[in-house]
C-alpha cells in the first residue's frame, strides 16, 4: 500500500481549519465549487469527473476522516485524513491519502495536485479567498 | 522505505527543462539562489541548512538521477529522480524522492515543499522567472 503526504500551516486558529474541511462552503471555498452533502456524504465534482467522499470521523479542531465511496478506480476504498494541532500562531495540518494500492503515474499527479490545493486552503482560511476548481491551477496536461 | 512522488508537465522543450535541472544557472532559479557545483557535487543552501548531492546519472532530455551525500539526517543517503518525456507541448516531470528510511513528520514537509519548488521549476522554464529560495513560498513554521 502506497500513500501521499504533505504538511502545511495554516495562521489562522484550528476551528477556522476545522471548518474549510467540514463544511459544504468551506470545501467548495478551496477545492472545488461544486461541492454538495448529503448525510455522511460529500460530493466533489470537477470538469472531467469528480469524487464522492464517505465522512467516517470527525473530532472539531482535531480530526477529519473521509473514505472514498465514488471516484476514479484507483481512489476507490482509499482513505483521505486531515490531522490537526495548534503550534504557536499556525495550526499545522497532518495530510495523509492512503490505501493506494498501485503506484501508478496517477498517485505523483495527486500529490503535486493535493499540495496545490491545501496550499488553496491555506490560502481560503488566511485571506479568505482560496483557489478552488474550476479556478485551480494548471500543474500539467492533466489539468 | 518511503517515497514522495510528484507529477508536473511543462510547456517547453525537454531540453530546456533538463537545463533547469542540470546547471547551476537552472538550478538557482527555481530551487535556491544559493547554488554551486564542483565535480560531481551539487551544494544547495538556505537559510536554515541545506543539502549536497552527487549527480548518479543524467541522459540528456530524459533523466537526472541524485543521490544525497550531505544534508539533514533523515535525506543522507535517499536518492532523487526526474524522469522526463514529451507528451504532446507538455515536457512531464515525473519526480521521486525514495529510500526515506521513516515515514517522519518531516517527510510530510519535504512532499509539499518538493511539490511548490517543482511549480516554481515549471514556471521559470515557462516564464523565465521562478520562485527559489529565499523568495520561496512559505507553506508553514517550517518554512
Same mark, same amino acid.
Given at each position: 500500500?502506497?500513500?501521499?503526504?504533505?504538511?502545511?500551516?495554516?495562521? $489562522?486558529?484550528?476551528?477556522? *481549519? @476545522?471548518? $474549510?474541511? =467540514? !463544511?459544504?462552503?468551506?470545501?467548495?471555498? %478551496? %477545492?472545488?465549487?461544486?461541492?454538495?452533502?448529503?448525510?455522511? +456524504?460529500?460530493? #466533489?465534482? /470537477?470538469?472531467?469527473?469528480? /469524487?464522492?467522499?464517505?465522512?467516517?470521523?470527525?473530532?472539531? $479542531?482535531? @480530526?477529519?476522516?473521509?473514505?472514498?465511496?465514488?471516484?476514479?478506480?484507483?481512489?476507490?476504498?482509499?482513505? +483521505?485524513? @486531515?490531522?490537526?494541532?495548534?503550534?504557536?500562531? #499556525?495550526?499545522?495540518?497532518? @495530510?495523509?491519502?492512503?490505501? %493506494?494500492?498501485?503506484?501508478?503515474? /496517477?498517485?505523483?499527479?495527486?500529490? =503535486?495536485? %493535493?499540495? !496545490? /490545493?491545501?496550499?488553496?486552503?491555506?490560502?481560503? *482560511?488566511? !485571506?479568505?479567498?482560496?483557489?478552488?476548481?474550476?479556478?485551480?491551477?494548471? +500543474?500539467?496536461?492533466?489539468?
Amino acid at each position: 500500500m502506497y500513500e501521499i503526504l504533505h504538511r502545511v500551516g495554516v495562521i $489562522a486558529p484550528a476551528e477556522d *481549519v @476545522f471548518k $474549510a474541511l =467540514t !463544511t459544504v462552503e468551506g470545501l467548495a471555498g %478551496w %477545492w472545488t465549487e461544486d461541492t454538495t452533502g448529503e448525510g455522511d +456524504i460529500l460530493r #466533489f465534482r /470537477f470538469p472531467p469527473g469528480g /469524487f464522492d467522499m464517505r465522512v467516517l470521523e470527525t473530532r472539531p $479542531a482535531e @480530526f477529519v476522516r473521509w473514505e472514498v465511496a465514488e471516484g476514479p478506480e484507483e481512489w476507490v476504498g482509499t482513505e +483521505i485524513h @486531515f490531522e490537526l494541532r495548534q503550534e504557536g500562531e #499556525f495550526t499545522i495540518v497532518l @495530510f495523509k491519502h492512503e490505501g %493506494w494500492r498501485e503506484r501508478v503515474e /496517477f498517485m505523483n499527479h495527486c500529490s =503535486t495536485k %493535493w499540495a !496545490t /490545493f491545501l496550499m488553496s486552503m491555506k490560502r481560503l *482560511v488566511e !485571506t479568505g479567498k482560496g483557489e478552488p476548481s474550476p479556478h485551480d491551477v494548471q +500543474i500539467s496536461d492533466w489539468h
